[in-house]
């Protein structure tokens, strides 16, 4: 319900004060009275009245000088004169000091209410103008804000499509100050490449009432810095959005144009997004296909390398082709090399996490590369206090020997090779590259004062088999191997290069608490034993070679070709199976359910995994779960019958983790 208009009535008379006050309320108004002057004064200043009726001769303070506070204290308040002695002339100043009217003694009560009801109506209308007013000035201050902040250019054109208007985030964008562009062809902005696509838009929003639409448009860049730094990139990649505007007549036709608005926003980080997601798609993909080519391979190689194994134990005397059966171990080794590189890409390589010194392992690597390659000299640059990193030593070399290799084919007649370390927090986004997480790492640069790589090249470099060299020099996995080790670390590798300059290789790798442990190297030997295994591959020249290296070694073998066999196996054989050897990737019934259903029959089961996949993925996960080891494809009658020892031997009460164990690292250390 509104508010009642509040009227205060100022006479000496006390008599027409309370006449006019019974009047007025009778009429709904909210009425106060005095006789007072300076009363009135008082409360005018404590509270807030619509409309004051004032007489001019009233005793300490006057009506011109309570008009007087009025002006200068309550602008709000309306006021009507009452006069009975005083001149026209007096009227008249209270008037010109802003009293709406005045009205002389005797006057008829309906005279009276026509003018207050009037004088109250103008002051609603004053402050609704008031009021649209400053809503006018508030809306064009936060269009204003709005436009002149927005991370879009927001822009008008003439008929002449020239600049009339252009907004502050022309400067940020583009580099070049807005009070440049007015009066200029929008033409000016735009990249020579993109000048058809413009006059197409432009053109369109010109010839009558068309939809609004988006085009991708690439526009100059003002930015020196990028000209300097940066000279494959020279634009800013664009949306635009233009509309015509028109005069038009009286049944809504358009007349002319009169120009064109619109909204050029950036989208350059989109569009770099964009790119690095393809990128990262693309690469997922071919590390699929590696993963799986590699798996399918390790598992060719297993057969070779169990027979070749089984043929150099089983005989007393010398076997007559022993030299060459070595030989083809050793390519056996190598062919096995070579799918953990493509391993190490696609979903991490055979890893015993340990804190490692990087400084000395680069040291190492370095020294021995350089040692073959007297032409390149090297420059070396350490963190004294490096924080050690918990990686698989012997993936990390492989890491730094490709990057060697790589510097020393870009240097083909000598250079200088330049290694160094550094401790750096990273925490805010744009310090993690690659949004790694925020922590602590250790920062390695790997550079070289070689050829160099252009644009195109470096976009491809951690893609397994590509390759500049010529065919069958290279096989073009040595920097891919090197991406998914480190990625698999939780870390990044990325290139800077320029012709003719050089490259720098990037690492970032987490840093670790644990202090660096010094290596524990026990010499290859064939342990024997004569328990019972449950040995479990779906694939039959596999469980027949490896059933025959179990053998081999004076254990019990019971085999079986898939995951339901085997829990059928253990089930009636539980007391009798001291280990079960398990294929992690077999059909219908696979690693994961297999060794779920074993535990179900036995929580202390003891099994060692078996896999061409590295120890990554679903491996890792069945570790920490309780799985006591792991054994990659190929391996040798050495190899095995150490790791059938190692899990053998472990106690079948060990709580195998707790929340001390975060990582595969951890639990591995604990157990091995």
């Known amino acids: ?189 735009i990249h020579e490449d993109d000048l058809e696509n413009a006059k197409w838009i432009f053109n369109e929003r010109r010839t009558g009432d068309r939809a609004t ?34 005069a038009r007549d009286p049944s809504g036709n358009s007349l002319t144009f009169l120009g064109t608005h619109g909204v050029a926003r950036d989208i350059s980080d989109r569009k770099r997004l964009e790119k690095k997601l393809h990128q990262a798609n693309k690469m997922n993909a071919i590390g699929t296909l590696a993963g799986g080519i590699a798996h399918d391979f390790n598992n060719l190689l297993m057969v070779i390398y169990g027979h070749i194994s089984l043929m150099l134990i089983k005989n007393d005397m010398p076997h007559p082709h022993q030299e060459r059966l070595k030989k083809i171990e050793d390519s056996i080794q190598s062919a096995a090399d070579l799918t953990k590189q493509l391993l190490g890409f696609a979903r991490g390589g055979k890893y015993e996490l340990k804190p490692v010194n990087l400084n000395a392992l680069l040291r190492e690597t370095s020294q021995m590369f350089v040692r073959t390659k007297k032409e390149i000299i090297t420059h070396e640059q350490y963190e004294k206090k490096i ?116 490259t720098t290789f990037f690492i970032y790798l987490p840093a670790s608490e644990q202090e660096v442990e010094k290596d524990k190297r026990s010499d290859e030997v064939i342990l024997n034993g004569t328990e019972t295994i449950l040995l479990v591959d779906d694939e039959d020249d596999i469980l027949d070679v490896a059933r025959s290296m179990i053998s081999a070694l004076g254990y019990e073998v019971l085999a079986a070709g898939n995951g339901r066999q085997a829990v059928a196996l253990y089930e009636i054989n539980r007391n009798k199976i001291d280990i079960v050897i398990l294929d992690m990737v077999m059909p219908e019934m696979g690693g994961m359910e297999t060794y779920d259903s074993l535990k179900k029959i036995n929580p202390d089961v003891k099994v060692l995994l078996c896999s061409g996949y590295s120890e990554g993925g679903q491996a890792a996960e069945m570790l920490l779960r309780g799985c006591m080891g792991f054994i990659q494809k190929p391996f040798n009658i050495n190899g095995l019958s150490l790791k059938i020892r190692e899990v053998i031997d472990l106690p079948t009460n060990m709580p195998f983790l707790d929340t001390s164990q975060k990582t595969l690292g951890d639990f591995r250390q604990r157990i091995l």
Not at 25 to 46: C, F, K, N, P, V
Not at 104 to 129: D, G, S, V
Not at 221 to 235: P, Q
Request: overall charge negative.
């Open 387 to 502: 924080w050690p990193v918990d990686a698989d030593k012997g993936q990390i070399e492989q890491v730094f020997l490709n990057l060697y290799v790589n510097a020393s084919q870009a240097m083909a007649s000598g250079g200088a090779l330049s290694l160094a370390t550094e401790n750096v927090y990273l925490n805010t986004c744009s310090e993690r590259p690659f949004d790694l997480a925020p922590g602590k790492y250790v920062k390695i640069s790997v550079a070289d004062n070689g050829i160099g790589m252009d644009e195109k090249t470096k976009q491809r470099i951690f893609e397994p088999f590509f390759t500049t060299k010529e065919m069958g020099r290279g096989t073009g996995l040595g920097l891919a191997s090197a991406y998914g080790i480190i990625k698999n670390h939780k870390g990044m590798i990325d290139a800077e290069s320029k012709v003719g300059i050089g």
């Open 213 to 246: 639409s988006w085009i991708e448009l690439r526009l100059k860049s003002f930015r020196e810095d990028e000209l300097d730094t940066i000279t494959d990139i020279n634009h800013v990649t664009v949306e635009l959005k233009c509309i015509g505007m028109y």
């Open 1 to 189: 319900m509104a508010c009642s208009p509040k009227i205060l009535i100022v006479d000496d008379e006390p008599r027409f004060c309370d006449s006019l006050k019974f009047l007025l309320i009778s009429q709904g108004y909210d009425i106060h009275t005095t006789i007072s002057g300076r009363e009135a004064q008082h409360l005018l200043s404590i509270r807030q009245f619509d409309l004051a009726l004032l007489d001019l001769a009233i005793p300490e303070v006057s009506g011109l000088q309570l008009m007087d506070h009025i002006n200068s204290h309550c602008p709000d308040t309306a006021a009507i004169i009452i006069t009975g002695n005083g001149s026209v002339e007096t009227a008249v100043s209270a008037l010109r000091k802003g009293a709406y009217d005045f009205l002389r003694k005797p006057f008829e009560y309906e005279e009276l209410l026509t003018t207050i009801k009037n004088a109250l109506n103008q002051k609603k209308l004053k402050n609704e103008k008031l009021a649209i007013h400053e809503k006018l000035e508030i809306s064009e201050v936060r269009y204003r804000y709005l436009v002149q902040n927005s991370p879009d250019i927001i822009y008008t054109l003439d008929s002449d499509s020239r600049f009339t208007f252009v907004s502050d985030s022309v400067e940020r964008i583009l580099g070049i100050e807005k009070s440049r562009l007015i009066g200029k062809h929008y033409s000016y902005l």
